[in-house]
């Protein structure tokens, strides 16, 4: 089957733009998480959710940053009022429930490139 | 607090051992993590260790924990062109906290 997928694969927007990037989880995953990672840098956890539910939101950095999922299935992150500083790689991850054991592996998508001039 | 750290390069000849290291500070982790990573791709799940095991052997893959010191490594025997990339540890207690990440490159 498909694995996670993300669009758009790139996005240059201007400073002070609201932006919305898309995350299709593996059918069937119940877990999705959001990260980003900013060059040179590891993945950086932002967001989780279980099911429709955002179970942990503890590494969105401001209230700029918001994300939802409203079906259970498809996320979206959207960050509002664009600064440079939001440039990075936003990557999103499934797994068929909450990682903490060997078999809740996390899939990775490809990831967006958010450039913000 | 959780903090993950890695050495950024290692560069080694085709053929050769790498080996990878990582430390950590959590030591309620339950398991620990490695990607890798290759250039406009996802991470990749390489293999894991559970926290109460020293060694793993996976392939060409050895896993080294010693939960005293909060010390990881990564062998790669044999190693190959196609194993460049960046290799990233991981630590999970409530969450996934990667390292900073370390760029293998491997010459012929």
């Known amino acids: 089957g498909a694995g996670v997928s993300q669009t758009p694969s790139n996005k240059v927007t201007e400073k002070g733009k609201y932006v919305e990037l898309r995350c299709d989880p593996i059918s069937g995953h119940t877990a999705l998480y959001w990260y980003r990672q900013s060059l040179g840098q590891g993945p950086e956890f932002l967001i989780y959710?279980?099911?429709?539910?955002?179970?942990?939101d503890s590494g969105l950095p401001n209230d700029r940053f918001f994300a939802v999922r409203p079906e259970g299935s498809v996320s979206t992150l959207k960050i509002q009022r664009t600064e440079r500083g939001d440039s990075a790689v936003y990557l999103c991850?499934?797994?068929?429930?909450?990682?903490?054991?060997?078999?809740?592996?996390?899939?990775f998508g490809p990831g967006t490139r958010l450039t913000v001039l | 607090g959780e903090d993950v750290e890695q050495s950024l390069f290692l560069s080694v000849r085709e053929g050769d051992s790498s080996v990878i290291n990582c430390t950590y500070t959590d030591s309620s982790s339950t398991y620990l993590y490695w990607y890798k990573q290759e250039p406009g791709a996802g991470l990749q799940l390489l293999t894991y260790?559970?926290?109460?095991?020293d060694m793993k052997q996976d392939q060409r893959l050895t896993v080294l924990l010693n939960k005293k010191d909060k010390h990881l490594s990564l062998r790669i025997a044999d190693t190959q062109t196609g194993d460049s990339a960046i290799y990233f540890c991981?630590?999970?207690?409530?969450?996934?906290?990667f390292g900073t990440g370390t760029r293998l490159q491997v010459f012929p």
């Open positions: 991850a499934s797994s068929p429930r909450r990682s903490g054991g060997s078999t809740d592996t996390q899939y």
């Open positions: 959710f279980q099911g429709t539910g955002a179970a942990d």
């Open positions: 260790i559970f926290s109460n095991m």
């Open positions: 991981a630590e999970v207690t409530d969450k996934l906290i």
